[in-house]
């Protein structure tokens, strides 16, 4: 169902998808491990992965030590792609989240998700985790390189700004760069440090961080009554 109609909702969250609703951080080290194995570099270990990893996609790689001047930037990411896609499926939603979800759509707030994710894969996997009736919008970029969240989240804006409050809107995500697609779209970020990235990195970026998803929905709360 899209946002078509008058306004619904008067409290609204942007969901961003890998790291925050979708556990598969193991998954992403494990495969980019292995590429990092094929080619006789240091693999990494978890901290060490939540301490380099970030957008563009093509700096991290570099930063990990895989030669761009050797290999291109779509061929590794096409060879990356293919191994995350084969396990995918073998990532849950972290603890409590579908219960987080269900609670917020039943207590009347609106939701989406705007992911770096490839959008038809997007939907794939969200609808195998039986969560597309929760949200208005599943939007994904239309590229399998992460370019384009910034303007992926403006866009959105444009298409749906008069049926939804960007002052009761928050986008919760999991990344720097997540709260970078915040600010550009001018609603309030709220991070989580269980993710791809430090709570440290996170902090960094002025919005409050969580731990848990418990945490989470306390401060989703709370916000909504201090808006």
């Not at 990494?44 to 991290?60: A, N, S």
């Not at 049926?163 to 697609?181: F, N, P, R, S, W």
């Amino acid at each position: 169902m899209g946002l078509g109609g008058r306004l619904r909702h008067s409290r609204y969250v942007i969901w961003d998808w890998n790291g925050t609703l979708l556990d598969d951080m193991w998954l992403t080290l494990r495969v980019t491990n292995s590429l990092l194995a094929d080619r006789g570099l240091s693999l990494l270990d978890r901290e060490t992965y939540r301490e380099v990893f970030g957008f563009p996609l093509v700096d991290y790689y570099r930063r990990i030590g895989l030669d761009l001047d050797k290999e291109s930037f779509k061929e590794l990411s096409r060879e990356w792609n293919l191994l995350y896609e084969t396990e995918r499926e073998g990532c849950s939603l972290f603890l409590g989240i579908g219960n987080l979800i269900e609670s917020l759509w039943l207590d009347g707030w609106g939701q989406c998700v705007v992911s770096a994710y490839e959008e038809k894969k997007l939907k794939e996997l969200i609808g195998f985790h039986g969560l597309c009736r929760f949200f208005s919008e599943i939007c994904g970029l239309d590229n399998d390189e992460g370019f384009g969240k910034i303007e992926l989240g403006l866009k959105f804006v444009e298409n749906f700004y008069q049926k939804i409050d960007l002052d009761t809107t928050v986008y919760v995500g999991d990344t720097v760069h997540d709260a970078e697609v915040a600010r550009a779209m001018k609603v309030e970020c709220l991070l989580v440090s269980y993710g791809h990235q430090s709570r440290c990195r996170l902090e960094a970026t002025g919005f409050n961080v969580v731990n848990n998803t418990k945490e989470l929905f306390n401060k989703l709360q709370s916000w909504q009554k201090e808006s």
